[in-house]
């Protein structure tokens, strides 16, 4: 069984496109996040969400914009593509009442701008 | 702003040598993660350490932490082949549950030659 899962795992699109990328766990977890992984391998938070209310929002472009519709979902959907978004995202959740549990990662969906 | 630094960033290492991966952050948290990375895949948790002096193994890694000199180092003995793979360092910061975030190091790509 997956616990953190991702669709799609790969999306290629043109620039100015809008696209979404899904995120469900089946941990039961009540806060998810939002990464991003650049070519070079840097692992950046874009945001967090703590039963569907939004907490972190990393200064990220407003194009970007997460939804929670429950505690087990997370959705991104980006507007108006750009080159500088291709990267590769990675949805995670933990327990965020447990204190300083581990997160766990999704296998990321890779996303090419063209 | 935190900061988290990982050395070296590339390693090349023959099976069966012993070396040391060593992350450096900029603030007194406790909370330090390592993470492994296959390539093309997701990140997988490999240690959880939330105190001074904590020190845990897994096989051929062992990772520690002292909190005093905010250092991290994950050491690696007898290599083989199977561990390479790359390995990022992340920090924990953050009180309540969904504000908890982990800033990762840049990560460390090992590779273990025959």
């Known amino acids: 069984d997956t616990a953190v899962s991702q669709t799609p795992k790969y999306l290629v699109t043109q620039m100015g496109n809008d696209k979404s990328i899904k995120c469900e766990q089946n941990?039961?977890?009540?806060?998810m996040y939002w990464y991003k992984q650049d070519s070079k391998k840097f692992l950046k938070i874009m945001f967090s969400?703590?039963?569907?209310?939004?907490?972190i929002n990393e200064t990220v472009p407003n194009r970007f914009s997460p939804k929670s519709p429950d505690k087990a979902h997370l959705n991104l959907h980006i507007n108006s593509l750009e080159l500088g978004d291709s990267a590769v995202y990675f949805c995670?959740?933990?327990?965020?009442?447990?204190?300083?549990?581990?997160?766990?990662f999704g296998p990321g969906t890779r996303l090419t701008v063209l | 702003e935190l900061k988290v630094e990982q050395n070296p960033l590339f390693l090349s290492m023959q099976e069966g040598k012993n070396y040391t991966i060593y992350c450096n952050y900029s603030?007194?948290?406790?909370?330090l993660y390592w993470y492994r990375q296959d390539p093309g895949k997701s990140l997988e948790s490999l240690f959880v350490?939330?105190?001074?002096?904590a020190v845990k193994q897994e096989g051929r890694l062992m990772a520690s932490l002292d909190t005093k000199a905010r250092l991290s180092t994950l050491h690696i003995t007898a290599a083989v082949h199977d561990l390479s793979a790359t390995y990022f360092c992340?920090?924990?910061?953050?009180?309540?549950?969904?504000?908890?975030?982990?800033?990762f190091g840049k990560g460390t790509k090992l590779s273990v030659i025959p």
């Open positions: 995670a959740s933990r327990m965020g009442l447990a204190g300083v549990s581990e997160q766990f």
């Open positions: 941990l039961g977890h009540d806060t």
């Open positions: 969400y703590n039963n569907k209310e939004l907490i």
């Open positions: 603030t007194t948290s406790d909370r």
């Open positions: 350490l939330l105190s001074n002096g």
């Open positions: 992340a920090v924990g910061e953050g009180s309540g549950a969904g504000s908890y975030q982990l800033t």
